[in-house]
């Protein structure tokens, strides 16, 4: 990553459920799980749900730069409900973090890639959903710093 471009990056896996965050280092190198929150679905239309409050609460405690959403594209690259689903919720979330930008990425696989990896370290059952959204985050948040990597060399 170029010298401008220095900060934390949160990366966010939005689930039905759950949302798994995790963080980068300010030199966009390695990718932490940090924390899962717990979906707010109760709010009315003008409320903000705890959880985008949490996440704007999480974006100043760690003075992120950008948070980067992962956007479940299907196989065939398409979008569908659940990629409507994250679209929405990101574009909620810009309105409650800006000016701190919120950048969409690819994220086919990034859960099953998580579980996948938890479960050949020993988690599984209840602690594996414990903390496979976080995995997850740390896939897609990891997948991203790569990619932009690979862009600056």
Excluded: F
Aim: zero cysteines; aromatic letters at 2%; hydrophobic letters at 45%.
């Amino acid at each position: 990553m170029s010298e401008s471009s220095r900060g934390v990056r949160l990366g966010v896996d939005v689930g039905q459920v759950r949302v798994g965050v995790a963080r980068s280092d300010p030199h966009g190198i390695l990718a932490t799980p940090l924390v899962t929150l717990a979906r707010d679905l109760t709010t009315g239309p003008d409320a903000v749900p705890s959880d985008l409050a949490q996440l704007a609460q999480l974006v100043v405690e760690h003075e992120a730069v950008e948070v980067v959403v992962g956007l479940p594209v299907n196989l065939a690259g398409r979008h569908g409900p659940a990629a409507q689903h994250v679209l929405a919720y990101a574009g909620r979330l810009t309105g409650v973090i800006a000016p701190v930008p919120v950048t969409l990425t690819d994220e086919r696989m990034s859960t099953v890639v998580a579980s996948r990896r938890l479960a050949e370290r020993g988690v599984r059952g209840k602690r594996q959903r414990a903390v496979v959204d976080q995995a997850a985050a740390v896939e897609i948040l990891q997948s991203w710093l790569e990619a932009q990597r690979r862009r600056t060399e």
